[in-house]
C-alpha cells in the first residue's frame, strides 16, 4: 500500500493562501486516483477535492469550487491542494488519501490509504 505524509498545513488568517502537499511513497499518477478530505472537531471526514488516475479529471465539493485547486506534480509523487480565500470555516484537519482505482469518489469508505492529517487554522 502507498504511503502518504501531508506537509503545509497552518495558521492563516480569513482571505489568505495555503498549499498542502502530500508525499506518495510510491507512483500515483499511473496507479492511485488521489483525494483531499478534512474534518472539523465533533464532525465527519468530507471530501474536498479529488483528481481522477491518469486522466487527472479534477471534482470538488461545492464549499471550496472556485477557492481550491488540485493538481499533480508526477515527477516528484506529489498531490497538492491550493487554498485561496480561506474562511474561518474551512478551519480542519485535512487528509490526503489514495484509492487504487480510476476515479476518485467523495465516500471516504473507498480509499485504502490515508495520511496522518495536517492542521489548517483560519482566523476571522
Known amino acids: 500500500q502507498v504511503q502518504l505524509v501531508e506537509s503545509g498545513g497552518g495558521f492563516m488568517q480569513a482571505g489568505g493562501s495555503l498549499r498542502l502537499s502530500c508525499a506518495a511513497s510510491?507512483?500515483?499518477?499511473?496507479?492511485?486516483?488521489m483525494a483531499w478530505f478534512r474534518q472539523a472537531p465533533g464532525k465527519e471526514r468530507v471530501f474536498v477535492a479529488g483528481?481522477?488516475?491518469?486522466?487527472?479529471?479534477?471534482y470538488y465539493a461545492d464549499s471550496v469550487q472556485g477557492r481550491f485547486t488540485i493538481s499533480r506534480e508526477t515527477a516528484k509523487n506529489l498531490v497538492h491542494l491550493d487554498m485561496n480565500s480561506l474562511k474561518p470555516e474551512d478551519t480542519a484537519v485535512y487528509y490526503c488519501?489514495?484509492?487504487?482505482?480510476?476515479?476518485?469518489?467523495?465516500?471516504?469508505?473507498?480509499?485504502?490509504?490515508w495520511g496522518q492529517g495536517t492542521q489548517v487554522t483560519v482566523s476571522s
Open positions: 488519501a489514495a484509492r487504487r482505482f480510476w476515479t476518485t469518489s467523495s465516500d471516504p469508505s473507498v480509499y485504502c490509504c
Open positions: 510510491e507512483r500515483t499518477a499511473s496507479n492511485y486516483a
Open positions: 483528481i481522477n488516475r491518469s486522466t487527472g479529471h479534477t
